[in-house]
């Protein structure tokens, strides 16, 4: 597995970003909430991911920018927790929740607590 994110793991669509607030599930570790969705997308890869960081919680562009770079280099970083655990294809969004800054190492900790989380509730569903 590369730790790249490339163009193919990005979710653009905007029916499937509609349809994945619409319909999706979501899963909350602090200061991330993930709404995921099981469908099936054009591309080859099994994961389609989005970030989002509400302007209602950090007023300054510059401030969400340099939050979801942070947010992408944590995922590219540890995606493989996501892709080990996974069979069907799914579409991801991240959203971040806090109203300030954290650390990188804090960020990591709790993409790994919300992958063990997504994990869990993957097996109540039995997806």
Do not use: W
């Not at 970083?77 to 990188?104: C, G, P, S």
């Not at 607590?113 to 569903?125: A, F």
């Amino acid at each position: 597995m590369s730790c790249t994110l490339g163009k193919d793991e990005k979710l653009k669509s905007k029916k499937l970003i509609e349809q994945l607030f619409a319909e999706g599930k979501h899963v909350k570790s602090f200061p991330f909430r993930l709404i995921y969705l099981p469908i099936e997308h054009h591309g080859n890869l099994p994961l389609k991911v989005g970030f989002s960081v509400p302007k209602r919680n950090v007023k300054l562009a510059v401030n969400r920018n340099r939050i979801k770079r942070l947010m992408r280099e944590v995922y590219r970083n540890n995606k493989h927790l996501f892709y080990e655990k996974i069979e069907t294809k799914f579409v991801f969004m991240f959203i971040y929740m806090a109203k300030e800054e954290i650390k990188y190492t804090d960020l990591e900790l709790s993409l790994k607590k919300l992958s063990n989380k997504l994990q869990e509730k993957l097996k109540d569903d039995k997806i």
